[in-house]
């Protein structure tokens, strides 16, 4: 599976962004699809995933949203009232959808990942 995430960009505080990730490769509707960021100096951390349903970090509940679209092979982030806190380079990755799907928060869980793509949030 190859990933390619696009849509970052710098964007003020309180804005919005949508990010892609498309999919090309193994059937896509079988993976379980995860959002990661990691900003400068830090670990990468989990955002949220896809796969029956989402599941998100805490830190971001209430302003992300996960969505997928199988027929296109392409998962989205949409982020809304974006902080500078927000600013970091987000990547999208696929792994092994399991039944216990809201575990699937490491990034050793997923086998695949995109290039990432830079969000940089202004105050």
């Known amino acids: 599976v190859q990933l390619q995430a696009s849509g970052g960009g710098l964007v003020q505080a309180g804005g919005s962004l949508r990010l892609s990730c498309a999919a090309s490769?193994?059937?896509?509707?079988?993976?379980?699809m995860g959002w990661f960021r990691q900003a400068p100096g830090k670990e990468r951390e989990f955002v949220g995933l896809?796969?029956?349903?989402?599941y998100y970090a805490d830190s971001v509940k209430g302003r992300f949203t996960i969505s997928r679209d199988n027929a296109k092979n392409t998962v989205y982030l949409q982020i809304s009232s974006l902080k500078p806190e927000d600013t970091a380079v987000y990547y999208c990755?696929?792994?092994?959808?399991?039944?216990?799907?809201?575990?699937?928060?490491?990034?050793?869980?997923?086998?695949?990942w995109g290039q990432g793509t830079l969000v940089t949030v202004s105050s």
């Open positions: 990755a696929a792994g092994p959808n399991i039944p216990t799907y809201y575990s699937r928060t490491n990034v050793r869980d997923y086998n695949y």
């Open positions: 896809i796969s029956i349903s989402t």
């Open positions: 490769g193994r059937a896509f509707s079988s993976f379980i």
